[in-house]
């Protein structure tokens, strides 16, 4: 069964600070693999999409990394409107695009 | 601005009331899908569709029905045999074809029960 894995649940960091959050998963054939950013109230909004390992995303204070079994969500010097949930999700191959879901890390960037 | 409208924001739902969340898109996305939130849980698949007039379960399916007669539409309908329908709602479209399309969501639905 496919499956996806996020931690921390929740992460509090000073402005500046800079962290990593981690997306594990198990999937049967990786077709791509999603960060989403959602704020309180809101639907998902899209980052990034990631296809084989080693490939990398950027977008202003956010990298976005992959291996065979593992995502990380770099954030560089975060300021508090980074606060947010961050999701990951994979696709499988199983022949339409279904998109499995991990929990979520919740982060909260202080000034 | 292209995007995804769901409506309305909020809703209420009465015992045995059967109740439909609207999702409208104009992206010219092929696929839509219909997830749940709960707190502390991924979000899970509720009905999806690939084709205009042409649905599938997902993995929650039970006590919900959908319609696809229009690709800019897919209204969800919860019936009174959905028993937790406190959630939000969230429905989602994507281009269905090429290699790991990213689905687009819109800004959801919430449920509760009255």
């Known amino acids: 069964e496919d499956q996806v894995t996020q931690s921390p649940e929740a992460l509090r960091l000073q402005e500046g600070e800079s962290s990593s959050l981690n997306c594990s998963y198990t999937v049967s054939g990786l077709r791509g693999l999603f960060w989403y950013r959602q704020d309180p109230g809101k639907g998902p909004e899209f980052l990034f999409t990631l296809y084989s390992a080693g490939e990398e995303k950027e977008k202003e204070r956010l990298k976005a990394t992959l291996t065979k079994k593992e995502s990380f969500l770099h954030i560089t010097a975060p300021k508090p409107e980074d606060s947010a949930t961050y999701l990951c999700a994979v696709q499988a191959y199983t022949g339409f695009q279904k998109l499995v879901f991990g929990t979520g890390t919740r982060l909260l960037v202080s000034p | 601005d292209g995007g995804i409208t769901q409506s309305p924001k909020y809703l209420f739902r009465k015992e045995g009331q059967n109740v439909t969340l609207s999702c409208e898109q104009n992206?010219?996305?092929?696929?839509m899908y219909w997830y749940r939130q709960d707190p502390g849980q991924g979000l899970r698949l509720i009905y999806y569709s690939q084709i205009v007039n042409d649905f599938q379960k997902g993995d929650i399916a039970e006590g919900y029905s959908v319609s696809r007669e229009k690709k800019e539409s897919f209204p969800l309908t919860v019936t009174s045999a959905q028993k937790n329908p406190t959630a939000f709602y969230l429905c989602?479209?994507?281009?269905?074809?090429?290699?790991?399309?990213?689905?687009?969501f819109g800004d959801g639905t919430r449920l509760s029960i009255l």
């Open positions: 989602a479209s994507s281009i269905d074809r090429g290699i790991g399309q990213p689905q687009h």
């Open positions: 992206l010219n996305h092929d696929a």
